[in-house]
């Protein structure tokens, strides 16, 4: 009766009639496969099943390591373990490296030790080996033979002493004299300056009076030669003040680059064109020499020369803008203006006023 239920149930299954077909039907496949297993027999079986089942998740399903721990924890776990694992053996290997370098030093120092334990037994022997009544006499004779030399010394600083007291006297005299030759150097360039100003109008006004005529032959000729049935040319010849064919020496370069440095160093770059356009003006000059070094070291023309502070330059090397400056006025022709002098304005003289210089 357990394994086949009610009656009702056998019949249904046993005996299904049209009647019961539907209520059959009607039932669940879960309800309908318990009343087929109960009517077979297989309910102990089920019994069996779900009595294993119980046992094996209350007994042992609970010890089972699967389920004690998370399957994603352990991965990151391992990989946290390997990183670390990394990291330890990366730490090794400078440690390693560290050790080796930290040995090498040791053994540098061992050997340090062992020279300087050389040193020392030398010094020591050498100390056995002194002769203290040789040493002691020595030393009384530097003692002596520096008193001597302390009395020569202050002999000697006491003659300093004069020297520079002569010298500051000497210096003194020397800056009235300065002053009163720059005076007359003053008043003598002054001179040389309105005669070669006079002469270079002289020069100018007969060029221009020679290109006239040359001009004013030209135009008579070229009227002649229309008139005789030739046709109008256009030619033009140069105007020889306009030529400049100066050839610069080996160091013209470093000397007109010192020369400006010394000159107009701290002027701008248009003021420095402007002094090395009078430099080359004099060059061309009739009134002057034709040469750069003869124009530079004319006496009382460009006091950088005179004081020397010129050649300190020239030996050092001027700086770069004054040699793109001086490149430009010897290579490059660049001629800014037709001035042969220069000074600091100070008022005293009329010209072009072009930075702290005026130019005429």
Not at 161 to 177: G, T
Not at 195 to 218: D, N, T, W
Request: with cysteine.
């Amino acid at each position: 009766k357990e394994a086949i239920g009610k009656e009702s149930d056998f019949d249904m299954i046993m005996c299904v009639t049209e009647s019961t077909l539907d209520e059959l039907i009607d039932k669940k496949e879960t309800e309908r496969g318990r009343l087929l297993s109960r009517w077979i027999g297989l309910l102990p079986i089920e019994l069996k099943d779900s009595i294993a089942r119980e046992r094996f998740n209350s007994e042992i399903k609970p010890r089972l390591l699967s389920n004690q721990f998370n399957e994603e924890t352990l991965r990151q776990e391992i990989s946290a373990y390997e990183a670390n694992i990394k990291n330890l053996k990366s730490e090794i290997k400078n440690l390693s490296k560290s050790n080796s370098a930290l040995e090498k030093e040791l053994e540098a120092l061992e050997k340090k030790r062992n020279t300087l334990l050389a040193s020392k037994r030398d010094i020591d022997d050498g100390l056995l080996k002194i002769d203290i009544a040789t040493l002691k006499a020595k030393i009384e004779r530097n003692i002596t033979d520096g008193k001597m030399k302390s009395g020569e010394l202050s002999k000697i600083e006491s003659e300093i002493s004069s020297i520079k007291d002569a010298e500051a006297k000497a210096l003194e005299y020397e800056k009235k004299v300065i002053l009163q030759q720059q005076a007359i150097n003053e008043e003598q360039q002054r001179i040389e300056e309105s005669k070669v100003l006079e002469a270079e109008s002289i020069a100018k006004a007969k060029r221009e009076e020679a290109r006239r005529q040359r001009a004013i032959q030209a135009s008579i000729a070229e009227s002649i030669r229309i008139a005789n049935g030739g046709n109008p040319e256009e030619t033009t010849a140069p105007y020889e003040d306009d030529l400049n064919d100066y050839k610069p020496e080996a160091n013209d370069l470093d000397m007109m680059a010192a020369i400006l440095e010394c000159e107009a160093g701290d002027q701008s770059y248009y003021g420095i064109l402007c002094v090395g356009a009078v430099i080359m003006n004099r060059i061309s000059s009739a009134s002057f020499p034709n040469t750069l070094t003869e124009v530079l070291y004319q006496p009382y023309q460009f006091s950088p020369v005179l004081s020397g502070r010129f050649a300190i330059v020239l030996a050092r090397g001027a700086n770069a803008e004054c040699y793109q400056a001086a490149r430009e006025v010897l290579n490059d022709g660049v001629n800014v203006g037709g001035w042969h002098f220069f000074r600091m304005n100070d008022g005293s003289r009329t010209g072009e006023v072009i930075g702290d210089h005026v130019f005429y």
